[in-house]
């Protein structure tokens, strides 16, 4: 018998062979592969990564037996297949997560890397055993938080292979996809050395781009990849001749406007910067990625109307990114428009307001059934269980209904009645309950911080109980939710405004976020613990949200003792004829008082500089570094230079040349605010300067620059 099937089946391959191939499809449906736990101990890559996988696509691969007359296609689910593998390599990063796409925009120094299959070939060896291969390519490309190439694309390779014995063995849907699984798994599992290298060798990877170029002159990924590369290791002059070509070849490409925005921000060119950034929104109005740019970039020169501006055609152009008004309510608070900041605060929370009976729900198998209940909501309290199906709401069948219709019937206004009719595996026959509709929020830990911006706005005007209303809605959400963000700023702030000095210390003196640190080196300044307000202020970064200068005026106004105090310490040292020490004392108190307050402290250094000019020469390292920042001027290293005259200052803090050549050298970067800072310190600290005038000139020249935008 087993004789006579051999023959049989020799025949209908001689057969075959002499026509034309059978095509057989095989579409294999989705199915979860089964994965073990294991993870790659490889090289570590210490940088959050964000994979986008399209778990949606797929793949055809064919194998083509002429001999036997059947060619085999095989359409599998590829991306599903990456997405369930590539947390075995989870562990090789500091953050790990996988999206379809990118709903917001991702964190400084993160790493996004698009993967896909690049290739699969599949084929079958008949017949003793019956084998089935899969070999496969998966491709990666590497990109920065900004989505701009950090490299060409990497790739990686990986085999699978089952087989089975018997003559007639013959292999399922199910043994096909574990064996393009285990392709794709082993794939991704050789990818860390690729991608490790790929970040950590700028040189090489700057090399390939440059072979692909002489290849292919016009290869504008090239380009963009050089350009990035060489801007991440400090080679600006490769970085700037990258950019520039490849706006020659894509006129049309932002990426290239981008690039040269970050080139001259890089070497401190704010106006070369700001018009390479503005060109690339002109040309692209729907980019998020660049009006965050433009927003932060209008946050750092202090201009908040234009940053308000930016971000709101931010929101325009990302609705998805839900994150955006909370930000946007921060930059109200910063600018001092409290009023504004609880208009969008309230605005966002009646739109994430729903009246409902808090229980989530699923479609399973055509019934309406309930995975969970909220505690105390209405619906635990009338008995609902996880479980519990629904199959009829106020009389009506939910089978008639749509998955959306019943979610509009459940939810209504406040307060109303809904009546579900219940059945529940335990109980025999389908019962009615009665649930009053409750308010809910489709997202309360955004509404949390909504709530928190509130709160912040309140104290700022003065409403105290207005403010511990939102702020205890704020944490009740944020408790439940464990998400805190904004709260924890408005509770430091609400704490501060109520004299709960200690608490502020104990509860947000180890948090390393600038405004709350902040609250901190206030607290320590309002107990009278100067030197650890000192400290704590010292190590802020002033420009953080909400911070604005209404929270700075408080440090200074909180520190005023203490300066009042070092001033007539100082005094008493120049009294005895110590200028030195006065000087020093001086230099300690200036970065912490307001600028008009530093502007007053300077009219006391110019009196003791007048009586000691000697005392100010620049002189020893200081000297040193002032005649570097010269030579790098003449060789057009502005960034360098300003430097150099950095060090300069930090030996010799009160000599007016320093900062006269300062200012120039912030002219030729374009940075005119900082240009027009270091000749008023000239002013300042040498108020008979023989250029007065000129200075004077110099200085409106500069604000009129400002002012117009030329």
Same mark, same amino acid.
């Given at each position: ?25 095989? *579409? ?106 899969? @070999? ?83 290869? *504008? ?18 970085? !700037? ?99 504004? /900041? ?67 019937? !459940?939810?209504?206004?406040?307060? *109303? ?58 944490? @009740? ?16 702030? !609400?704490?501060?405004?109520? @004299? ?24 320590? /300044? ?130 007016? +040349? ?19 800072? @270091? ?5 300042? !600290?040498?108020?008979?300067?023989? +250029?007065? +005038? ?17």
């Amino acid at each position: 018998m087993r004789l006579l099937r051999i023959f049989l089946f020799l025949v209908l391959v001689a057969y075959l062979s002499g026509c034309e191939p059978i095509r057989i499809t095989h *579409t294999i449906e989705l199915m979860d592969m089964e994965t073990s736990k294991e993870t790659v101990q490889a090289k570590k890559i210490s940088r959050e990564v964000l994979f986008i996988v399209d778990d949606t696509k797929k793949y055809k691969a064919t194998h083509a037996n002429y001999s036997a007359g059947v060619i085999h296609d095989f359409v599998f689910p590829t991306g599903h297949y990456i997405k369930q593998a590539l947390p075995v390599i989870s562990s090789c990063f500091e953050k790990f997560r996988i999206e379809p796409s990118v709903s917001t925009i991702p964190d400084k120094d993160a790493l996004v890397i698009n993967a896909n299959v690049s290739s699969m070939d599949v084929r079958f060896d008949c017949c003793l055993p019956l084998v089935f291969n899969a @070999n496969t390519t998966l491709q990666f490309i590497l990109y920065d938080n900004d989505f701009i190439m950090l490299s060409l694309p990497v790739y990686s390779d990986g085999k699978g292979s089952l087989s089975k014995p018997g003559l007639f063995a013959t292999m399922s849907d199910k043994d096909y996809a574990q064996v393009a699984y285990q392709s794709i798994r082993e794939a991704v599992k050789n990818s860390v050395d690729v991608i490790y290298d790929a970040i950590n060798n700028p040189k090489k990877v700057i090399a390939d781009a440059k072979q692909i170029i002489n290849k292919n002159p016009s290869n *504008t990924g090239a380009y963009k990849v050089i350009a990035n590369r060489a801007l991440k290791t400090g080679d600006y002059a490769e970085a !700037l001749a990258a950019a520039q070509m490849l706006t020659q070849l894509a006129p049309k490409d932002t990426d290239g406007y981008f690039l040269l925005y970050k080139i001259y921000k890089a070497q401190k060119k704010i106006k070369d910067a700001v018009t390479q950034l503005e060109h690339a929104v002109s040309l692209n109005p729907g980019n998020a990625i660049l009006f965050v740019h433009l927003y932060d970039f209008y946050i750092e020169q202090d201009k908040f109307d234009k940053a308000i501006n930016a971000l709101k055609r931010y929101m325009e152009a990302r609705p998805d990114d839900k994150n955006a008004a909370v930000r946007l309510g921060l930059l109200y608070l910063k600018a001092g428009k409290y009023d504004d /900041a609880v208009s969008i605060a309230n605005k966002m929370i009646d739109a994430l307001k729903f009246y409902g009976i808090g229980a989530p729900i699923v479609k399973k198998d055509d019934s309406i059934v309930i995975t969970s209940v909220e505690p105390g909501g209405p619906a635990e309290k009338a008995g609902i269980k996880p479980g519990d199906e629904i199959t009829e709401i106020d009389g009506r069948s939910t089978e008639e209904l749509k998955f959306e219709d019943v979610i509009k019937k !459940l939810r209504g206004s406040e307060g *109303t009645n809904v009546t579900l009719t219940i059945k529940r595996k335990e109980v025999e026959e389908p019962f009615k309950i009665v649930i009053e509709r409750q308010k809910f929020y489709s997202n309360p830990a955004l509404v949390a911080d909504y709530m928190a911006i509130i709160a912040m706005a309140e104290i700022q005007k003065g409403n105290i109980n207005e403010a511990k209303r939102a702020m205890d809605e704020a944490l @009740n959400i944020a408790k439940s939710t464990n998400v805190y963000a904004s709260t924890l700023k408005a509770h430091a702030c !609400l704490l501060m405004a109520l @004299n709960e000095y200690d608490r502020v210390i104990e509860n947000y003196s180890k948090r390393n976020e600038g405004y709350l640190q902040l609250m901190v080196a206030i607290a320590y /300044a309002k107990k009278g613990m100067y030197e650890n307000a000192i400290k704590v202020y010292k190590n802020l970064n002033k420009k953080d949200l909400p911070i604005s200068d209404n929270t700075l005026k408080a440090f200074y106004e909180a520190m005023k003792p203490y300066v009042e105090e070092m001033e007539k310490e100082a005094l008493n040292y120049e009294k005895s004829g110590d200028a030195i020490s006065a000087l020093k004392i001086y230099a300690g108190i200036l970065g912490i008082v307001s600028e008009e307050k530093a502007s007053s402290i300077r009219s006391k250094i110019a009196r003791i500089i007048a009586k000691n000019p000697s005392i100010i020469e620049i002189s020893g390292i200081a000297r040193e570094h002032f005649l570097k920042s010269e030579v790098l001027y003449n060789a057009g290293r502005y960034e360098e230079a300003l430097q150099e005259l950095e060090m300069a200052k930090s030996y010799i803090p009160f000599n007016p +040349q320093i900062y006269f050549s300062s200012s120039l050298v912030c002219e030729k970067l374009g940075d005119y605010s900082c240009a027009i800072k @270091n000749m008023e310190i000239v002013l300042q !600290l040498q108020p008979n300067h023989p +250029q007065a +005038q000129t200075i004077r000139d110099q200085i409106y020249k500069w604000k009129f620059i400002l002012e117009k935008e030329l």
